[in-house]
T-cell receptor, first 109, second 115 residues
Framework: GQQVMQIPQYQHVQEGEDFTTYCNSSTTLSNIQWYKQRPGGHPVFLIQLVKSGEVKKQKRLTFQFGEAKKNSSLHITATQTTDVGTYFCAGPNDYKLSFGAGTTVTVRA | GAGVSQTPSNKVTEKGKYVELRCDPISGHTALYWYRQSLGQGPEFLIYFQGTGAADDSGLPNDRFFAVRPEGSVSTLKIQRTERGDSAVYLC?????????????FGPGTRLTVL
């Protein structure tokens, strides 16, 4: 079945630094979605990418969908304490989502 | 407007007991999903409803797990003869329709602890 993998599992970042988290699917995806889960919270939708090579930005967050539509990345610039949480990518499998294990981000002030 | 709500927020039970977890989706959302999330993992799909019917229950781990959505809105996840391995956060999500392109709106979850 479809598998979605994310690396790294943990990302410890100094406030103000940039980092990137990566997502890879075992199958070609029609689209990919990213969710953020704050500590103690529930997943909240961030963005959806549909087109091959698509790049979308949300303030300091840049999301990219690979040309083959099997991988994606999330790049955060100038990390802030509000960026703390776990970032999940999810690929649709029929109508359900297959989630990666997430990248948990902690920030050193 | 109101988001997805789930009750109870926490449930502690003893091994072998029966539990029911409730999900109230966003009004008008026809698609409803149940996921299970263990510590350090992403949500794992359990079952998907389109309207009243279970369109995909392929994620239910065994026949101790069952879910209903009799009127196409509120859903109940039922777990019989609970085991310690069932301990997890059970998340419910809804979306306007069943589509691989729709974002899913998650509820706060029910944390189930089986002693």
């Amino acid at each position: 079945g479809q598998q979605v993998m994310q690396i790294p599992q943990y990302q410890h970042v100094q406030e103000g630094e940039d980092f990137t988290t990566y997502c890879n699917s075992s199958t070609t995806l029609s689209n990919i979605q990213w969710y953020k889960q704050r500590p103690g919270g529930h997943p909240v939708f961030l963005i959806q990418l549909v087109k091959s090579g698509e790049v979308k930005k949300q303030k300091r967050l840049t999301f990219q969908f690979g040309e083959a539509k099997k991988n994606s990345s999330l790049h955060i610039t100038a990390t802030q304490t509000t960026d703390v949480g776990t970032y999940f990518c999810a690929g649709p499998n029929d109508y359900k989502l297959s989630f990666g294990a997430g990248t948990t981000v902690t920030v050193r002030a | 407007g109101a988001g997805v709500s789930q009750t109870p927020s926490n449930k502690v039970t003893e091994k072998g007991k029966y539990v029911e977890l409730r999900c109230d989706p966003i009004s008008g959302h026809t698609a409803l999903y149940w996921y299970r999330q263990s510590l350090g993992q992403g949500p794992e799909f359990l079952i998907y409803f389109q309207g009243t019917g279970a369109a995909d229950d392929s994620g239910l781990p065994n026949d101790r797990f069952f879910a209903v959505r009799p009127e196409g809105s509120v859903s109940t996840l039922k777990i019989q003869r609970t085991e310690r391995g069932d301990s997890a956060v059970y998340l419910c999500a809804s979306s306007p329709a069943g589509s691989s392109y729709n974002e899913q709106f998650f509820g706060p979850g029910t944390r189930l602890t089986v002693l």
